[in-house]
């Protein structure tokens, strides 16, 4: 088995590519630590690794976020802790175990018609751009004028994605969405 591994634009996080399905087309799952990390296997053995502080799980990638060990150190075990997972046979999430809900999205009914018109450009525009850094951004709320949006795996707590909110999906959304003011990080 060959893992890839690509660099993110968050310098603390590394994409690997496994070079399997990962979780089913559209889903994604995010966890921060180890007690979120218990509904998947996988997602423990990577924890138990001193240096992981985050993993995601898109389709075909997993991101690893590290926090006080250089990758050259930490880059190996992953690689091996993946490798042995998926040898093993073993499913990435416990069957006994449902993933964690997100809360639920927050939106006026009148703005409907609007909030589809964002979740359709999210989905066929922003969000495989965002997948191939081994992120995801999903839409939480819209409410006057401002979207307000969940940023996960390489692009949580990355230094460009104020930017990337700003810059680009604020400006590709109040193209399409003249209601659209404001993009904000939920």
């Not at 997602?43 to 991101?63: H, M």
């Not at 046979?89 to 006994?96: C, F, T």
Request: glycine letters at 10%.
């Amino acid at each position: 088995m060959f893992i890839q591994t690509e660099a993110t634009p968050n310098p603390s996080t590394l994409k690997f590519l496994p070079g399997r399905e990962v979780l089913p087309e559209g889903t994604t799952l995010h966890m921060t630590n180890a007690a979120e990390g218990a509904q998947s296997p996988l997602a423990q053995k990577l924890f138990s690794i001193e240096g992981v502080a985050g993993v995601f799980f898109g389709s075909d990638f997993i991101t690893i976020t590290r926090s006080g060990v250089e990758w050259q150190h930490l880059k190996p075990a992953v690689l091996g802790a993946i490798m042995e997972h998926y040898l093993s046979g073993v499913p990435i999430l416990n069957a006994d175990v449902a993933p964690l809900e997100e809360g639920e999205e927050f939106f006026d009914e009148a703005d409907e018609d609007t909030v589809e018109t964002i979740k359709d450009l999210l989905e066929t525009r922003v969000r495989p751009a965002v997948a191939a850094d081994g992120g995801d951004i999903t839409f939480r709320g819209y409410r006057e004028g401002v979207v307000y949006l969940a940023m996960k795996g390489a692009c949580s707590g990355c230094p460009s994605s104020t930017a990337t909110l700003r810059n680009g999906i604020q400006n590709l959304l109040r193209h399409f969405v003249p209601e659209v003011q404001e993009v904000r990080a939920a």
